[in-house]
């Protein structure tokens, strides 16, 4: 073993910084119920023996002012290889704050760069640490905004299928909160047209229909074999998610705004999905998302990791009942802009670096700067 640790010594989380960058979109983008124009990454970097570790989530820049002022007290001085003891003292400390939300996403962050800083002070890839049971990460193409015309659309669908060879893809649906379901069935066969029969097809509607009316939709695309349906309806609408699920042949998911275990459990208690889907970078990092996960096995259900891929490639390759990662459009651009050490998913599938410690990333600060907030 090599490493800062390895001679046994079990260094103390010395500092814990945070900061955030907002990086425009290459176009509007805009889903069934949100759209935006820029996207913020906020990153955080724990330090030990000389040694760090990175971290982010994508959310406001408040995230960077929640670590430094609630978190990396709580942090500083704990022994750097205690990550779970880190974790749970993380979250008694926000008690009264309220967890969901930014706070959520705050925690997540900081967890995540206790892991790479812990697996870089042992001088293992973060998989290795973790226990990987694969070593190929399995990925689906994620984009084609509802801003998106039929030039643009068809133009990122061959990208994935045919240059990178992925074979599964995803679009988003349920445009304007379901109010342009014509529309949403037009793209929806483009998609069939341009990737071929051979691909998976998935539709993200980001709940933006109503029960019935994602039914109908599904029923109306029955002889486009779509294999995924996304939050048909609202992800807190549990029943809702239930009467689509037992009603339409693509598999059912939601998930990605879990942010604590008793989320997870609700909703795979409920039989509201056949595939549950969590995001490292709000559920509580990657402490938390093991545990989600094997909540999900105890209902008999895999889990899905939920956009920012470089976050979550590690966890993945050590998550039995792992389904597959979104490699979605708008955080793979920003990944590559501001990480190098970042991943190819030709093939269909990522390989994290056997060879490189921790995440195997380094942050580009200079290239960052420009965005910072």
């Known amino acids: 073993m090599t490493g800062a640790a390895a001679g046994g010594a079990d260094p103390a989380v010395d500092a814990v910084e945070a900061a955030a960058y907002t990086v425009p979109t290459d176009v509007p983008e805009a889903d069934g119920t949100l759209a935006w124009d820029s996207t913020t990454l906020v990153l955080v970097e724990a330090s030990a023996a000389g040694v760090t570790g990175l971290g982010w989530t994508y959310g406001p820049p408040a995230c960077a002012a929640l670590v430094r002022g609630e978190l990396a007290g709580v942090v500083r001085g704990r022994a750097a290889l205690d990550v779970g003891g880190a974790w749970e003292a993380m979250v008694r400390a926000v008690r009264d704050d309220g967890r969901p939300g930014a706070v959520g996403y705050a925690i997540s962050a900081v967890d995540v760069a206790l892991w790479d800083l812990k697996a870089r002070l042992l001088g293992l890839p973060l998989h290795r640490l973790l226990g990987a049971v694969r070593e190929r990460v399995p990925v689906y193409g994620s984009g084609g905004f509802t801003t998106y015309d039929e030039e643009r659309t068809a133009t990122q669908l061959g990208e994935w299928t045919c240059r990178l060879r992925i074979p599964r893809v995803k679009i988003k649906i349920g445009e304007s909160r379901g109010t342009e379901t014509g529309r949403d069935l037009e793209r929806m066969r483009l998609a069939r047209e341009v990737v071929g029969p051979a691909?998976?097809?998935?539709?993200?509607?980001?709940?933006?229909?109503?029960?019935?009316?994602?039914?109908?939709?599904?029923?109306?695309a029955a002889d486009l074999d779509v294999r995924w349906l996304e939050e048909p309806v609202p992800s807190d609408d549990l029943a809702g998610l239930r009467e689509v699920r037992g009603a339409v042949l693509p598999d059912v998911a939601a998930g990605e705004y879990g942010y604590d275990l008793a989320y997870f459990q609700r909703m795979c208690r409920a039989g509201a999905v056949d595939c549950l889907q969590a995001d490292i970078s709000r559920c509580g990092g990657i402490t938390?998302?093991?545990?989600?996960?094997?909540?999900?096995?105890?209902?008999?259900?895999?889990?899905?990791?939920?956009?920012?891929?470089?976050?979550?490639?590690?966890?993945?390759?050590?998550?039995?009942?792992?389904?597959?990662?979104?490699?979605?459009h708008d955080h793979v651009r920003i990944e590559?802009?501001?990480?190098?050490?970042?991943?190819?998913?030709?093939?269909?599938?990522v390989v994290p670096d056997p060879d490189a410690p921790g995440l195997g990333l380094a942050f580009k600060r200079a290239d960052a700067e420009p965005y910072r907030v």
Not at 336 to 347: E, T
């Open 336 to 349: 590559s802009m501001l990480f190098d050490g970042v991943l190819d998913p030709a093939g269909g599938a």
């Open 288 to 328: 938390e998302w093991f545990r989600a996960a094997a909540v999900a096995a105890a209902h008999g259900l895999e889990i899905s990791g939920h956009c920012a891929p470089h976050l979550h490639a590690h966890a993945a390759a050590a998550t039995p009942g792992f389904r597959h990662l979104e490699w979605f």
């Open 199 to 220: 691909v998976e097809l998935y539709v993200d509607a980001n709940g933006g229909y109503s029960r019935k009316q994602a039914v109908r939709v599904m029923r109306e």
